[in-house]
Protein backbone atom coordinates (compact mmCIF):
# COMPACT_ATOMS: atom_id res chain seq x y z
CA UNK A 1 0.00 0.00 0.00
CA UNK A 2 1.68 3.12 -0.38
CA UNK A 3 1.15 6.20 0.92
CA UNK A 4 2.53 9.92 1.13
CA UNK A 5 2.30 12.56 3.67
CA UNK A 6 3.68 15.95 3.63
CA UNK A 7 5.31 17.98 6.52
CA UNK A 8 6.96 21.74 6.65
CA UNK A 9 5.53 24.70 8.31
CA UNK A 10 1.92 26.02 7.64
CA UNK A 11 3.01 29.82 7.62
CA UNK A 12 5.60 31.43 6.12
CA UNK A 13 6.16 35.54 5.94
CA UNK A 14 7.06 36.49 1.90
CA UNK A 15 11.01 36.31 0.88
CA UNK A 16 11.11 33.37 3.43
CA UNK A 17 12.31 29.81 2.29
CA UNK A 18 9.48 26.80 2.47
CA UNK A 19 10.55 23.76 2.82
CA UNK A 20 8.68 20.53 2.69
CA UNK A 21 9.13 17.19 3.30
CA UNK A 22 7.41 13.97 1.70
CA UNK A 23 7.52 11.03 3.70
CA UNK A 24 6.44 8.40 1.75
CA UNK A 25 5.97 4.25 2.42
CA UNK A 26 5.23 1.39 -0.01
CA UNK A 27 7.50 1.61 -2.85
CA UNK A 28 11.38 2.58 -3.80
CA UNK A 29 12.40 5.63 -5.00
CA UNK A 30 15.08 3.15 -6.33
CA UNK A 31 12.34 1.25 -8.48
CA UNK A 32 13.21 2.21 -11.92
CA UNK A 33 10.63 4.26 -14.08
CA UNK A 34 9.45 5.47 -10.18
CA UNK A 35 9.33 9.43 -9.42
CA UNK A 36 7.74 11.78 -6.63
CA UNK A 37 6.34 14.97 -7.47
CA UNK A 38 5.16 17.83 -6.28
CA UNK A 39 1.86 19.75 -7.06
CA UNK A 40 0.21 22.37 -5.69
CA UNK A 41 -3.28 24.28 -5.35
CA UNK A 42 -4.08 27.56 -4.68
CA UNK A 43 -7.45 27.41 -2.74
CA UNK A 44 -9.99 27.40 -5.00
CA UNK A 45 -7.78 26.90 -8.05
CA UNK A 46 -6.71 24.11 -10.22
CA UNK A 47 -4.01 21.89 -9.53
CA UNK A 48 -0.24 23.24 -11.35
CA UNK A 49 2.87 20.93 -11.15
CA UNK A 50 6.15 22.28 -9.83
CA UNK A 51 8.67 19.88 -9.63
CA UNK A 52 9.63 15.58 -10.09
CA UNK A 53 12.55 13.90 -9.45
CA UNK A 54 13.37 10.16 -10.57
CA UNK A 55 14.53 7.10 -9.30
CA UNK A 56 17.65 7.98 -11.18
CA UNK A 57 18.02 11.11 -9.99
CA UNK A 58 16.72 13.17 -12.69
CA UNK A 59 15.03 16.08 -11.50
CA UNK A 60 12.66 18.36 -13.09
CA UNK A 61 11.36 21.59 -12.85
CA UNK A 62 8.52 23.98 -13.79
CA UNK A 63 9.45 26.46 -16.30
CA UNK A 64 7.91 29.02 -14.73
CA UNK A 65 9.08 28.24 -11.11
CA UNK A 66 12.07 26.60 -12.10
CA UNK A 67 14.85 29.12 -10.52
CA UNK A 68 13.30 28.77 -7.33
CA UNK A 69 12.66 25.33 -7.12
CA UNK A 70 15.32 22.62 -5.72
CA UNK A 71 13.74 19.08 -5.33
CA UNK A 72 15.80 16.21 -3.34
CA UNK A 73 15.63 12.82 -2.55
CA UNK A 74 17.30 10.49 0.58
CA UNK A 75 16.14 7.08 -0.86
CA UNK A 76 17.35 5.68 2.70
CA UNK A 77 15.11 7.52 4.52
CA UNK A 78 11.92 7.47 1.83
CA UNK A 79 12.18 11.37 1.44
CA UNK A 80 11.91 13.71 -0.93
CA UNK A 81 12.48 17.51 -0.08
CA UNK A 82 11.37 20.62 -1.82
CA UNK A 83 12.44 24.32 -0.96
CA UNK A 84 10.88 27.00 -2.87
CA UNK A 85 12.92 30.53 -2.41
CA UNK A 86 11.44 34.10 -2.51
CA UNK A 87 8.07 32.88 -1.13
CA UNK A 88 5.39 35.09 -1.86
CA UNK A 89 1.46 35.71 -0.65
CA UNK A 90 0.54 34.18 -3.89
CA UNK A 91 2.27 31.30 -3.31
CA UNK A 92 -0.46 30.30 -0.87
CA UNK A 93 -1.51 27.02 -1.48
CA UNK A 94 -2.32 23.32 -0.55
CA UNK A 95 1.24 21.84 -1.71
CA UNK A 96 1.01 17.99 -2.57
CA UNK A 97 3.21 15.16 -3.05
CA UNK A 98 2.91 12.37 -5.34
CA UNK A 99 3.89 9.06 -6.52
CA UNK A 100 4.78 8.74 -10.15
CA UNK A 101 4.08 5.28 -11.26
CA UNK A 102 6.28 3.40 -13.74
CA UNK A 103 3.91 3.50 -16.31
CA UNK A 104 4.52 7.33 -16.21
CA UNK A 105 0.94 8.42 -14.20
CA UNK A 106 0.57 9.68 -11.19
CA UNK A 107 -1.66 7.17 -9.16
CA UNK A 108 -1.21 8.20 -4.92
CA UNK A 109 -1.01 11.61 -3.54
CA UNK A 110 -0.52 13.03 -0.28
CA UNK A 111 -3.07 14.28 1.53
CA UNK A 112 -2.03 17.53 1.45
CA UNK A 113 -0.31 20.73 3.54
CA UNK A 114 -1.43 23.73 3.05
CA UNK A 115 0.91 26.71 2.84
CA UNK A 116 0.11 30.03 3.96
CA UNK A 117 2.34 32.95 2.87
CA UNK A 118 1.81 36.15 5.14
CA UNK A 119 3.17 39.03 7.46
CA UNK B 1 3.76 23.50 -22.63
CA UNK B 2 0.67 21.35 -23.77
CA UNK B 3 -2.20 23.43 -22.59
CA UNK B 4 -5.25 21.36 -21.34
CA UNK B 5 -9.03 23.24 -22.00
CA UNK B 6 -11.68 21.49 -20.17
CA UNK B 7 -15.12 22.08 -20.57
CA UNK B 8 -17.77 22.89 -18.74
CA UNK B 9 -16.22 24.47 -15.97
CA UNK B 10 -19.61 23.80 -14.20
CA UNK B 11 -22.46 21.77 -14.02
CA UNK B 12 -25.42 21.00 -11.89
CA UNK B 13 -26.89 17.46 -12.63
CA UNK B 14 -29.94 15.59 -10.90
CA UNK B 15 -28.83 11.96 -9.86
CA UNK B 16 -28.67 9.17 -12.72
CA UNK B 17 -28.29 12.00 -14.97
CA UNK B 18 -25.24 11.07 -17.46
CA UNK B 19 -22.48 13.29 -17.05
CA UNK B 20 -19.80 14.32 -20.02
CA UNK B 21 -16.85 16.23 -19.50
CA UNK B 22 -14.25 17.31 -22.20
CA UNK B 23 -10.95 18.12 -21.92
CA UNK B 24 -8.85 19.49 -25.15
CA UNK B 25 -5.42 19.19 -25.40
CA UNK B 26 -3.11 22.06 -27.19
CA UNK B 27 -1.34 19.12 -29.54
CA UNK B 28 -1.57 15.55 -29.88
CA UNK B 29 -0.53 13.53 -26.70
CA UNK B 30 -1.43 10.16 -27.99
CA UNK B 31 -3.36 8.51 -25.04
CA UNK B 32 -0.77 10.02 -21.82
CA UNK B 33 -4.55 11.52 -20.46
CA UNK B 34 -5.44 10.70 -17.03
CA UNK B 35 -8.56 11.50 -14.82
CA UNK B 36 -8.97 12.59 -11.08
CA UNK B 37 -11.86 13.52 -8.64
CA UNK B 38 -11.25 15.63 -6.05
CA UNK B 39 -13.73 16.00 -3.22
CA UNK B 40 -13.95 18.95 -1.25
CA UNK B 41 -10.86 19.00 1.45
CA UNK B 42 -9.44 15.72 -0.12
CA UNK B 43 -6.53 15.15 -2.28
CA UNK B 44 -7.36 14.14 -5.96
CA UNK B 45 -7.87 10.75 -6.77
CA UNK B 46 -7.08 8.65 -9.87
CA UNK B 47 -10.45 7.74 -12.10
CA UNK B 48 -8.95 6.74 -15.59
CA UNK B 49 -5.20 5.88 -16.38
CA UNK B 50 -4.19 6.69 -20.67
CA UNK B 51 -7.60 8.03 -22.01
CA UNK B 52 -9.91 4.89 -21.41
CA UNK B 53 -7.75 2.63 -18.64
CA UNK B 54 -9.99 1.34 -15.52
CA UNK B 55 -8.67 1.74 -12.32
CA UNK B 56 -9.27 -0.67 -9.59
CA UNK B 57 -12.00 0.36 -7.09
CA UNK B 58 -13.26 2.98 -9.42
CA UNK B 59 -17.23 2.34 -10.29
CA UNK B 60 -18.11 0.99 -13.62
CA UNK B 61 -19.94 4.27 -13.86
CA UNK B 62 -16.96 6.12 -14.50
CA UNK B 63 -15.42 5.54 -18.24
CA UNK B 64 -12.71 7.43 -20.41
CA UNK B 65 -12.53 8.10 -24.21
CA UNK B 66 -10.34 9.68 -26.56
CA UNK B 67 -6.88 9.63 -28.01
CA UNK B 68 -4.77 12.72 -29.47
CA UNK B 69 -6.49 15.90 -28.53
CA UNK B 70 -9.86 15.38 -27.97
CA UNK B 71 -11.04 13.53 -24.94
CA UNK B 72 -14.05 12.58 -22.66
CA UNK B 73 -14.84 11.47 -19.06
CA UNK B 74 -18.55 9.52 -18.78
CA UNK B 75 -20.10 9.33 -15.51
CA UNK B 76 -23.48 7.27 -16.17
CA UNK B 77 -26.01 7.58 -13.33
CA UNK B 78 -24.73 10.37 -11.39
CA UNK B 79 -24.62 9.03 -7.66
CA UNK B 80 -24.88 11.79 -5.00
CA UNK B 81 -21.47 10.72 -3.89
CA UNK B 82 -19.96 11.91 -7.10
CA UNK B 83 -20.32 15.34 -6.50
CA UNK B 84 -16.89 16.77 -6.75
CA UNK B 85 -13.99 18.90 -9.18
CA UNK B 86 -12.92 16.48 -12.19
CA UNK B 87 -9.61 17.22 -13.73
CA UNK B 88 -7.32 15.96 -16.81
CA UNK B 89 -4.16 15.58 -16.90
CA UNK B 90 -1.42 15.07 -19.45
CA UNK B 91 1.88 12.53 -18.84
CA UNK B 92 2.81 13.16 -22.42
CA UNK B 93 5.54 15.25 -21.88
CA UNK B 94 7.02 17.88 -19.18
CA UNK B 95 5.90 20.14 -18.26
CA UNK B 96 2.86 17.84 -16.83
CA UNK B 97 -0.06 20.08 -17.06
CA UNK B 98 -3.38 19.96 -15.65
CA UNK B 99 -6.98 21.28 -16.93
CA UNK B 100 -8.95 23.67 -14.84
CA UNK B 101 -11.07 21.73 -13.47
CA UNK B 102 -14.94 20.91 -13.72
CA UNK B 103 -17.49 21.25 -10.73
CA UNK B 104 -19.89 18.92 -11.10
CA UNK B 105 -22.75 19.89 -8.76
CA UNK B 106 -25.77 17.63 -7.38
CA UNK B 107 -29.50 18.94 -8.15
Known amino acids: QITLKESGPTLVKPTQTLTLTCTFS??????????VGWIRQPPGKALEWLALIYWDDDKRYSPSLKSRLTITKDTSKNQVVLTMTNMDPVDTATYYC???????????WGQGTLVTVSS | EIVLTQSPDFQSVTPKEKVTITCRASQSIGSSLHWYQQKPDQSPKLLIK???QSISGVPSRFSGSGSGTDFTLTINSLEAEDAAAYYCHQSSSLPWTFGQGTKVEIK
Open chain 1, 26 to 35: GFSLSTSGVG
Open chain 1, 98 to 108: AHRSIGGYVDY
Open chain 2, 50 to 52: YAS
